[in-house]
């Protein structure tokens, strides 16, 4: 009985260590497969063999190991996790799929494929990332500015932003160069970089957003974002003298309406006395 019990015991151990071997990565060499997409898109974690029959197939995911799903021969049976059951998907061979991808599908997966002969495993370490948005370049009218008193050359400074962004980087380029960039962590953030030009600059400039798999370009159009400093106070100026002209039609046509309106209400009043008088007079003869 005591070396029955003792070969059970020994049998769990062996089981735990098993275990302990997938969960502490790089034992045995097993390397880890990267694997990228957009949120939104499928991926596909192939096990790169051919199922037998009596193979035991065992999917894990996180830190924690959590098992997602299965496929046992012997039972003839298949498991998917009821959390992930409808975005999870097992073929013949094993393989993992899944569907409609979101950033918490993001971290390692980690294979056990249990067959006759021998014990095997895989890892994969999958990234899904947010879909990007088109940045936004607007200019900084406060920074318009004359780069001396005696030229007539002026500049402006430009902003380029994107918000509520993670893991990217958002970068300025003059033609196909590289002027600088920043970058974003996986915490969600907004992004600002500012570049100034001169209005009569005659490269093209364009502001990137990307990360390692996607990138969304705006291009800069420096002759609609970029006019004169003295163009800007010109057409303010203009502007502000324009409503001013309103302002003050307006203020005369009140005038001459409230002064009609003065004169009307005085031509009754003495109508009205002259009309009284008249009858006064008739009573007296």
């Not at 005696?150 to 990217?168: G, P, T, Y």
């Not at 302002?247 to 109508?271: C, E, P, S």
Request: aromatic letters at 6%.
């Amino acid at each position: 009985m005591v070396g029955l019990h003792s070969l059970v015991n020994m049998k769990r151990v062996f089981k735990f260590l098993s275990l302990s071997l997938l969960i502490t990565n790089g034992v045995f060499g097993v390397e880890t497969e990267g694997m990228s997409v957009m949120e939104g898109s499928s991926v596909t974690l192939q096990t790169g063999v051919h199922k037998q029959d009596d193979d035991l197939i065992v999917w894990y995911f996180g830190p924690a190991n959590t098992l997602v799903a299965q496929i046992n021969g012997k039972a003839n049976s298949i498991r998917i996790h009821e959390s992930v059951v409808r975005r999870m998907q097992l073929d013949n061979n094993g393989s993992l799929t899944i569907l409609n991808t979101t950033p918490a599908d993001s971290g390692l997966y980690n294979l056990k494929i249990t067959s006759q002969k021998r014990v095997s495993y895989k890892r994969f370490s999958v990234t899904v990332y947010d879909n990007l948005p088109v940045p936004v370049i607007i200019r900084n009218s406060s920074q318009c500015s004359s780069s001396s008193e005696s030229s007539s050359v002026s500049k402006c400074v430009l902003e380029c932003s994107a918000v509520n962004v993670n893991r990217v980087t958002l970068s300025w380029y003059k033609g196909n160069s590289l002027l600088f960039n920043i970058s974003a962590s996986d915490l969600s953030i907004s992004l600002s970089l500012p570049l100034e030009v001169e209005y009569r600059d005659k490269n093209t400039y364009s502001c990137v957003l990307n990360n390692p798999i996607r990138n969304q370009n705006k291009h800069l159009d420096i002759t609609q974002l970029c006019q004169p400093c003295t163009v800007v106070r010109d057409g303010a100026s203009r502007l502000l003298l324009g409503l001013l002209i309103v302002l003050i039609i307006l203020m005369i046509v009140i005038f001459f309406k409230i002064k009609r309106g003065y004169q009307k209400a005085n031509l009754t009043k003495t109508f009205l006395k002259t009309k009284k008088r008249g009858h006064k007079i008739q009573e007296q003869v």
